[in-house]
């Protein structure tokens, strides 16, 4: 069974950091492309980082415009992990985080085709 497992999220004050981090099991991560979305009451999934790369290549990544400089997306493919570290956050930064795994490297939720049961960020004061 493919699964995906976050964790890491909780309460924090504005300008505060927090790491999430993600397991995957039953699959082999390396061929993947990993994500991190987000996602609020009534707004679509927003992506925010992917991470990827082709054969021995270096690992490109890729950033929304509102977390890029603050957040910064890591995978360890030998761990079948993948985290994203989040710094500076904002009360806008509040939302469910989930990371899936797709075969494309975009912030189109519709690439992704293994998704975890998300984390919860709040930022907040």
């Known amino acids: 069974q493919l699964q995906l497992v976050e964790s890491g999220g909780g309460l924090v004050q504005p300008g505060a950091g927090l790491t999430l981090s993600c397991v995957a099991s039953g699959f082999d991560v390396s061929s993947y492309t990993i994500g991190w979305f987000r996602q609020v009451p009534g707004k679509e999934r927003e992506g925010v980082a992917y991470?990827?790369?082709?054969?021995?290549?270096?690992?490109?990544?890729g950033y929304s415009d509102s977390v890029k400089g603050r957040f910064t997306i890591s995978r360890d493919d030998a761990k079948n992990t993948a985290s994203l570290q989040m710094n500076s956050l904002k009360p806008e930064d509040t939302g469910l985080y989930y990371c899936?795994?797709?075969?494309?490297?975009?912030?189109?939720?519709?690439?992704?085709?293994?998704w975890g049961q998300g984390t919860q960020v709040t930022v907040s004061s």
């Open positions: 991470i990827w790369r082709t054969g021995h290549s270096p690992y490109y990544t």
């Open positions: 899936a795994a797709g075969r494309s490297p975009t912030l189109g939720a519709s690439a992704y085709q293994v």
